[in-house]
């Protein structure tokens, strides 16, 4: 049995490339929304508006990743090499069963879709435009998660940062030269960052592929057209996962409009101290995603007591990552909230929750990388369900009825939360130490 030192060891050497990697594709609205900045805020808004709805279309398809990634590291402890392509295979043929047909009616009907989140003269066409190159890149993005569960689930991680890295150096250059029209290429403005990204992708897309190639005899890769049990399997996985990210996003929707029932100030920093700690979280999040291959692995082996020992090691190794993260926020409030707001009310209205936010990231630790490791050993309905009960059910219910409804305020809702994130680490704790996972079968 390892010992502590060489399990966070090998912890951090699975988890620290996936951590790059999905700071890296964290950026790609960021980049697009910084590029356009200059060609002014109709622009800019439209980008913004058009990144959001392509975010709430991926979240169909997210799903894929997890479940391709469950599968191949449960073959992989298996010791059946040969069959740790199953789920990548079926996850191909699914990811454009599905990417097909999403494209084509996304991108037909762009305009009335749009309008459902904003309906402004200028700001609306500009989204609508944008968003239909965007969604051009849906099928690679697909195939793309699938590709990324095979290889995070076979623990070879270091090719997923690799990928992201030299995605993110063509996304900057052909959205330049596309926004600008440089070197003959047509000047397109706002669609030039949309196009760039969707090329970037598509590049993206073939480094994936070449590298997965040489992998076909080893791990049965694109051998034969997979089985129908195959299908319903990935399906059995992805679906309630997907269904969870598309909710989740919803919820911050919802988190928005209750913000905007007090005031326009409270909704400003609201998006500041939200974008903040889905940014600081994300470390959590590949630790977590490093479980999910070491539980599947281990679970594949036989090794349930291994599987769940894994599960607390990573929360260990996570919680001061974590810790670190958040105390700039919690000691220097004020310095970090003036990096993004630049009126002292809204600063000073910030603090508070600010500090609140450093918090809720360390009490958020167990559910971050718990809920990833459930995905690992199958029960993805599971975490569908904790999750989606208690951001429906109890948060956003008791933010409005205390933040709206008593008109306490922005302080009164990120309290509510502060709640509801050490409730969502409770919840997970105790799902993972009833060990009802370990039985489940992929």
């Known amino acids: 049995m390892l010992g502590d030192l060489a399990r966070n060891t090998r912890i951090l050497k699975l988890a620290l490339p996936i951590i790059g990697a999905m700071l890296s594709q ?3 609205n960021l980049i697009d929304a910084a590029l356009v900045g200059s060609l002014g805020e109709t622009a800019l808004a439209g980008v913004g508006i058009g990144g959001y709805a392509m975010f709430m279309v991926t979240a169909l398809i997210f799903g894929l990743s997890s479940a ?9 402890g298996e010791e059946a090499p040969e069959r740790c392509g199953e789920g990548l295979n079926a996850g191909l043929v699914l990811a454009l069963s599905i990417g097909i047909p999403v494209t084509l009616a996304c991108h037909h009907w762009a305009g009335p879709l749009l309008s459902l989140i904003n309906d402004q003269p200028g700001v609306h066409e500009t989204a609508a ?3 239909q190159w965007r969604v051009l890149g849906l099928i690679p993005v697909a195939m793309a998660f699938c590709f990324r569960g095979f290889w995070n689930g076979l623990q070879r991680t270091g090719i997923y940062l690799r990928i992201m890295l030299i995605t993110q150096a063509v996304n900057v250059v052909l959205s330049i030269i596309l926004i600008h029209g440089l070197f003959g290429a047509p000047q397109m403005g706002a669609d030039g960052a949309g196009a760039g990204t ?9 480094l994936w592929i070449k590298a997965t190639l040489g992998e076909r005899s080893l791990h049965g890769v694109l051998h034969a057209w997979p089985p129908m049990t195959h299908y319903l399997t990935l399906l059995k996985l992805a679906v309630p ?4 990210q598309l909710w989740f996003a919803a919820g911050y929707a919802m988190l928005f409009w209750i913000l905007g029932q007090i005031d326009a100030a409270s909704v400003a920093v609201g998006h500041v101290l939200v974008n ?16 999910m291959s070491l539980v599947g692995q281990a679970l594949g082996s036989g090794e349930h007591e291994e599987a769940h020992r894994w599960g607390w090691d990573t929360v260990r190794v996570a919680l ?5 993260l958040g105390l700039p926020l919690w000691v220097a409030p004020q310095s970090v909230l003036g990096l993004f707001l630049h009126r002292p009310p809204l600063i000073e209205l910030g603090l508070l929750p600010l500090q609140m936010t450093a918090a809720m990231i360390v009490l958020d630790c167990t559910a971050i990388v718990l809920a990833q490791a459930l995905l690992g050993a199958g029960a993805h309905r599971t975490v569908m369900l904790a999750t989606l009960s ?5 948060f956003l219910p008791a933010a409005w009825w205390w933040g709206v409804h008593q008109e306490g305020g922005l302080v009164a809702i990120w309290a509510i939360q502060l709640a509801y994130r050490l409730l969502n680490s409770l919840v997970f704790g105790l799902i993972w130490q009833r060990r009802a996972w370990q039985v489940l079968r992929l």
């Open 26 to 28: 964290s950026l790609l």
């Open 68 to 76: 391709v990634q469950a599968q191949t590291s449960r073959r992989l």
């Open 129 to 131: 435009s944008y968003f």
């Open 198 to 206: 969707t090329l970037s992708l598509l590049v993206a897309l073939a």
């Open 241 to 244: 996962h997907s269904f969870q």
């Open 276 to 291: 903040l700690s889905l940014l600081l979280i994300l470390p959590g999040v590949g630790l977590g995603l490093a479980a």
């Open 320 to 324: 001061p990552c974590l810790l670190l």
């Open 390 to 394: 208690l951001q429906w059910l109890i």
